[in-house]
């Protein structure tokens, strides 16, 4: 009886681990496509904009003082984890979306804590650099240097390596990157993941369209090019 029960143990095991390897899998890779919301929806309460117009005054954390002035034509909302490899392959989007003028383009963490150890911490590291000025820098920096903290056991030590190669305070970014409500934004963007049932990262939105992030610059040029 005893040998029955060990061995239905191990085989539920399996199949549990087997099901926790699927899911990572399909975590990996958010080009399912196919949803559809309203762009608004998926801005609200976005932390990280950045929009390229000659009439909008940018601030040094990437924001826009005064978003009624700008006047954007197309919209690109991602859901990143900072620890997945194909949201580093895919940054290139992003650089080639910045220099677009009429573009809105909108970051969202979404940490894959099941698959990626230090993705919250790196989430965590960004929004306190966003703080002194250099989200969008240390948001950089994390991607360039992906590989050397994404397995470390000590990325505290780490990322105070990435602070002063920015030139931030260390004092004042540990101040913030262990503050009571740095973790705010993250949560609130991964309580519109789990809202909109997102499968993955990187998943990009275009105009509110779910499109595959070999697909987002095509769809770009479409839109700016009928309008």
Known sequence: ???????????????????????????????????????EKLVDGAGWIKETCSTSEQTPSGSVSDEKHCDYKVTVVEFSCLQCPA?????????????????????????????HKNAWVAAKAAVA?????????????????????????????????YVKELGLDEVEFIAFYKGENIENQIVLDNAL???????????????????????VLTKVNEILENK
């Open 1 to 39: 009886m005893s040998n029955w029960k060990m061995f239905l143990g191990v085989g539920l095991g399996s199949l549990v681990l087997v099901g926790v390897m699927v899911w990572g899998l399909t975590k990996m890779g958010g080009e399912q496509g196919g949803l559809n919301v309203e762009v």
């Open 87 to 115: 949201c580093k392959q895919s940054k290139y989007v992003y650089e080639e979306l910045k220099s677009m003028e009429g573009v809105r383009y909108v970051f969202r963490h979404l940490p894959l804590l099941a698959i």
């Open 129 to 161: 650099a966003k703080e002194m000025g250099k989200g969008w820098e240390m948001m950089d920096l994390l991607f360039e240097k992906q590989e050397d903290w994404a397995e470390s056991n000590d990325f505290d030590e780490k990322v105070i390596e």
């Open 193 to 215: 993941v789990a809202e909109l049932k997102l499968g993955g990262t990187p998943t990009f939105f275009v105009e509110g369209e779910q499109v595959a992030a070999s697909f």
